[in-house]
């Protein structure tokens, strides 16, 4: 989770280690540190606990000269969040700067082995010790003398998951890194290049990048990268063109980033969209390693994800078992592996991951892939893990999403898991070329009735600015308002620290509505459906027991009115389709909640972005 950036080249280290941990600040935020490695071969280091801008003061009065540096901003592990655990962590003789991602789990081991062998701990990280350990294996050993050996060597001995970027004061053109489950990509400049978690850390030198892969040592110069596996064998690899600009990842304007990205909402459903019927016709993926026969032998889906990606989940299940007539069962990746499902060839593993880099969903594709089910990977990120290690994939191009906060990035989760129902809809022939099409159409017009509903948040804001007192918001929803009922509560909770739960509403009555008070706000996703008497009932339950009820209905539908406090409208489409709409006023509520309340909305507390550890 944390934000890590290396740089070798001929700019002023310091300035592009900075900019890159301004861009990768929602992945960590206890604290951030830099590592520059100065002319006269020092390795000045500082480091600050708290928000990035306090190392931007701190670097701001002290000169830092140099051309390579390596920086960090942490989510904190091991260790409370103080200057003392902060990165880079340096060895005895200051010599060796280390900035890591991920858990060592066998730390304490290497602890105890480095005090006997006369080492002094300075912090309560297990980072720590693999800067102590470069000082041993490279001063002395069959390493002596060459990092990349020495750092081959490190890696074998530890356990867990981790992402390493080192630098050494002998080596003033070389900075290394390695990875083992965690994200690390290489940015190829011109007399440049660059590391980082992810490709917004470099993107405003380069658009072109490398992808690293499990257990693979990177060794960064100005005039090159050479990226080998454990052994020391260099490994080929194919660079590719990053097909968004820093201007995708900067505010432009908005107040937080968290507004930007609801406002891009129509575009990322576009682009998801765009280009997937072929001329002639049939739907595709972006990667495929399936056959047409593969498709067909599925008997069985399972849909794997965390957090918002799950909500998506849950939507592409009503989708695939209503066009493709397949069982769907949608997991919590963090607890899938652990029930020992039951996978064969005749599975299909669906991994939603914005990043392509979630700890939990990537264990979750290696149990399917060592199970030989087949996986197919939804993500937002080109060159992820997940993709990498997938049969298939599906790319959603929402461009960078920089709040914590999910939102265009589960909008264009939602829309790809329905292509992925059409998709395999197509291949074992339970809707035919001509309903496909007509589906996809329907799906092209909601980027225009998305934009149609943004137009009208202005009810919504004021709205959450009446509410921002309020203890406790519960949210109703049947059918596929479930799912949205369930993504709405999770973003108060995660925005505005409120106690929020999502429901059936059918199960209101079978325990929920003992939290109904006087006056208690409850949000209903009640668009028109089938089911919309059942839920105009449930409105009725808990309006009679004082709640205040906030119903998001459809333009016309004037049904629910009489029983609701408050209506948000929004236009008509095929009730499957709703939650691209219903989901935009929950965004907006929880947003201006938070900012009412004077939170933080793109970096909300103990969260981060990407959950790359488990």
Request: charged share 25%; aromatic share 4%.
């Amino acid at each position: 989770m944390c934000g890590i950036v290396g740089y070798v080249g001929d700019q002023p280290a310091l300035e592009v280690v900075m900019q890159g941990l301004r861009r990768l600040e929602y992945r960590g935020y206890d604290s951030a540190g830099v590592a520059v490695l100065s002319p006269d071969g020092q390795l000045v280091r500082e480091r600050k606990a708290g928000k990035l801008a306090n190392l931007d003061k701190l670097v701001s009065a002290t000169p830092m000269p140099g051309t390579l540096a390596i920086g960090h901003t942490r989510w904190a592990t091991h260790g409370a969040p103080t200057d003392a655990n902060a990165h880079p962590h340096l060895d005895c003789t200051n010599e060796v700067a280390v900035v890591h991602n991920g858990t060592i789990e066998n730390y304490e081991v290497l602890v105890d082995g480095l005090e006997r062998r006369g080492h002094v701990r300075r912090s309560e990280t297990d980072t720590e010790v693999v800067a102590h350990l470069v000082e041993e294996r490279f001063s002395a050993g069959p390493t002596a003398g060459d990092l990349p050996a020495t750092v081959r060597s490190i890696c074998r001995d530890l356990e867990g998951s981790f992402v390493l970027v080192i630098s050494h004061r002998s080596e003033p053109d070389l900075v290394v890194a390695a990875r083992r489950n965690l994200p690390l990509v290489v940015g190829l400049g011109e007399g440049e290049n660059f590391v980082g978690s992810d490709v917004t850390a470099f993107i405003a030198h380069t658009r072109r990048a490398r992808a690293v892969d499990q257990d693979q040592v990177v060794e960064v110069r100005r005039g090159g990268v050479r990226i080998t596996d454990l052994d020391g064998v260099e490994v080929a690899g194919e660079s590719y063109h990053v097909d968004w600009d820093t201007a995708a990842a900067e505010k432009g304007g908005y107040d937080f980033f968290m507004l930007k990205e609801i406002d891009e909402q129509p575009q990322a459903v576009r682009d998801t969209l765009g280009g997937r019927l072929r001329e002639d016709g049939l739907l595709h993926l972006d990667e495929l390693s399936m056959s047409d026969e593969d498709v067909r032998g599925i008997e069985q889906v399972f849909i794997v994800a965390c957090g918002s990606s799950y909500h998506s989940g849950l939507l592409g299940k009503y989708a695939i078992e209503r066009w493709c007539r397949l069982p769907v069962q949608v997991e919590m990746a963090s607890e899938f592996r652990y029930r020992d499902p039951v996978l064969g060839r005749n599975t299909l593993v669906i991994a939603i991951s914005q990043s392509g880099e979630t700890a939990d969903t990537l264990e979750a594709v290696r149990h399917a892939r060592g199970q030989k089910a087949w996986v197919l990977a939804v993500t937002n990120t080109l060159g992820s893990t997940i993709s990498r290690e997938s049969d298939a994939a599906l790319y959603t191009r929402a461009g960078p999403e920089v709040a914590v906060a999910s939102t265009k990035a589960v909008i264009a989760q939602i829309t790809a898991m329905y292509v992925v129902g059409l998709y395999l809809a197509q291949v074992r022939g339970t809707r035919d070329a001509d309903e496909v099409r007509s589906h996809m159409r329907d799906l092209s017009e909601l980027p225009d009735l998305i934009a149609e509903v943004l137009t009208r948040m202005e009810p919504v804001r004021a709205l959450a600015r009446e509410l921002k007192d309020s203890p406790r918001v519960l949210f109703l929803g049947r059918h596929v308002g479930y799912p949205i009922a369930l993504e709405g509560a999770l973003k108060l909770k995660e925005l505005a620290y409120v106690s929020a739960e999502g429901f059936p509403a059918g199960e209101i009555k079978h325990g929920p509505i003992a939290l109904i008070e006087p006056g208690t706000p409850v949000v209903v996703i009640a668009p028109r459906h089938a089911l919309q008497a059942k839920l105009i009932n449930n409105v009725q339950e808990v309006r009679a027991r004082g709640a205040r009820t906030i119903v998001i209905a459809t333009d016309g539908d004037d049904s629910v009115t009489p029983y609701a406090d408050v209506v948000l409208r929004i236009p008509d489409t095929k009730s499957l389709l709703t939650p691209l709409l219903t989901i935009l006023p929950l965004q907006v509520l929880s947003a201006e909640f938070a900012r009412a309340l004077g939170l933080d909305v793109d970096q909300p507390r103990n969260l981060a972005k990407s959950v790359t550890v488990e």
